[in-house]
Nanobody, 122 residues
């Protein structure tokens, strides 16, 4: 039974920072990927970052480049997302993801966390 548990969301003023954490339980496939997505009201779910567990490769989406960074703790099986210089347009529900890498590339994700809300006020 795969379970992803996110934490760390909240409200922050523009220019501030937040750190989201995703803890994964119940899975062992090193050939899979973990990632972070977000979805704002009325918009499609957007991929922010994809992490290849097998070799540590990290692919950032355009919205995450330059301001967001991940850190991985293999022992704890966590994937954190550090978000800096937040903007009002970063307001969204943020989701942790886990699944086959080839499917995640096409935005098909086998397992989702429950989501954590990030609200940035200008």
């Amino acid at each position: 039974q795969v379970q992803l548990v996110e934490s760390g969301g909240g409200s922050v003023q523009a220019g501030g920072s937040l750190r989201l954490s995703c803890a994964g339980f119940g899975y062992t496939y090193s050939s899979y990927c973990m990632g972070w997505f977000r979805q704002a009201p009325g918009k499609e779910r957007e991929e922010l970052v994809r992490f290849y567990i097998s070799d540590g490769r990290t692919i950032y989406g355009d919205s995450a480049k330059g301001r967001f960074a991940i850190s991985r703790d293999n022992a704890k099986n966590t994937l954190d997302l550090q978000m800096n210089n937040l903007k009002a347009e970063d307001t969204a529900m943020y989701y942790c993801a886990y699944g086959r890498c080839d499917l995640m590339v096409t935005r098909i994700v086998q397992y989702w966390g429950q989501g954590t809300q990030v609200t940035v006020s200008s």
